[in-house]
């Protein structure tokens, strides 16, 4: 008998899928547990082509994409300003650094009002829904994607915009938007706290975030905007259904494992979305899992709560939930899910510490001894 572990990636664009099996493996074990772990990749559904294998990964806050958001904020265009298209690479890359050398400016300009970025957002999610629906294979409004098996069920949030006759994925007073809106403004809060303001003499810590103001901004604008992009395309879009069937079947190939050998723990990590994609399949089929893990989720959030196809409780299957996140996450506004997820018993959060340059980068998640730990302790009983 030998454990298995299922894997939910989050937002955005992602290596091809062995490739980041194989990191998260690293980040959790320290090896590479092929054959022992399972991905679910739904990322293709939303982003069709892969990040190159040398491209860092924006979801993950790693230096380069960090890099690309500051270029992006000096050259006049903060992060997710431009065409605003679906799947794009990082916001803010190409003509904005170049403008910002060729016009040799030593101040960037100033940053969007916060307000406006977050109708922007909003705008670029609809308009994004709308152009995946008229590509051969996207997601149809209120459907699976085109040619997907779907088959999990309408989620709340679609129910909801079919019974008020709104078309889903209109800009401005959806259910998200309040979700968009917090995560934005605190975006703004965060970036002024953490700019490096070394004083006279003084040298910044070493922990501190290199980036001033307007690249940390951008920054963090860059991750709202991708993540409320897709969190928007699974409720209201239509792609639900198709990203919790890749949850299913790699559920299903875990557990055709398990049964081949006489059983073995499971345990389930989402990441960000991965997380209420993850959540929502194992409370429909009632799955026996021993840990389901969370990270940098947003189900704590009344708004992602609101959208769930039914009241948020313990899948009747999770013997323990452990719902890990940074203070400073982004998208986990809300730190504590176990006064809404009952019975209570069975959920621990923790907060942790991401060092990632967003503070919701999923390999800095999974290596986290708090994490780590009970995920070692299940793995490593045979049932």
């Not at 709340?156 to 007073?173: C, H």
């Not at 209201?236 to 081949?260: I, N, S, W």
């Amino acid at each position: 008998m030998r454990p298995r572990i299922v894997y939910v990636h989050g937002c955005g664009p992602k290596p091809r899928a062995e490739l980041l099996r194989a990191e998260w493996d690293r980040a959790l074990l320290g090896r590479d547990a092929n054959g022992t772990s399972f991905l679910a990749y739904w990322a293709p559904l939303l982003h069709p082509e892969p990040l190159p294998d040398r491209e860092p990964d924006p979801m993950e806050g790693r230096p380069g994409a960090a890099a690309r958001a500051e270029a992006g904020a000096v050259g006049g265009r903060d992060a997710g300003a431009g065409s605003g298209a679906a799947g794009g690479r990082d916001a803010g890359v190409g003509s904005g650094a170049v403008g910002a050398e060729s016009a040799g400016e030593s101040f960037p300009p100033p940053l969007e009002d916060p307000a406006r970025f977050v109708a922007r957002a909003a705008a670029e999610a609809a308009e994004a829904v709308r152009g995946r629906a008229g590509r051969p294979g996207g997601a149809a409004p209120g459907g699976a994607a085109s040619g997907g098996t779907g088959g999990m069920g309408e989620t709340g949030g679609e129910a909801a915009s079919a019974a008020e006759g709104r078309t889903p994925g209109r800009a401005g007073g959806g259910p998200l938007d309040g979700w968009l809106r917090d995560m934005a403004y605190l975006a703004e809060a965060l970036a002024l706290a953490e700019e490096p303001r070394p004083g006279p003499g003084a040298e910044p810590l070493p922990s501190a975030p290199s980036l001033a103001r307007p690249g940390r901004t951008a920054l963090f604008r860059n991750l709202v905007r991708r993540v409320y992009q897709d969190v928007h395309a699974y409720f209201l879009g239509g792609a639900g259904p198709a990203v919790r069937q890749a949850v299913a079947d790699a559920l299903d190939a875990a557990e055709a494992g398990r049964a081949a050998e006489g059983g073995g723990p499971l345990v389930v990590v989402g990441h960000g979305l991965g997380s209420v994609a993850a959540y929502e399949v194992l409370a429909e089929r009632g799955q026996p899992v021993d840990l389901f893990v969370t990270i940098g989720s947003p189900l704590g959030s009344a708004e992602v709560q609101g959208c769930l196809a039914a009241p948020p409780a313990v899948p009747s299957g999770t013997a323990l939930w452990l719902n890990a996140s940074d203070a400073r996450d982004l998208v986990a506004l809300d730190h504590t899910l176990r006064p809404d997820f009952a019975p209570p018993g069975r959920v621990t959060d923790v907060l942790v510490r991401n060092v990632s340059a967003h503070h919701h980068g999923a390999a800095d998640y999974l290596s986290d001894p708090l994490v780590q730990g009970p995920v070692h302790r299940v793995l490593g009983r045979i049932a």
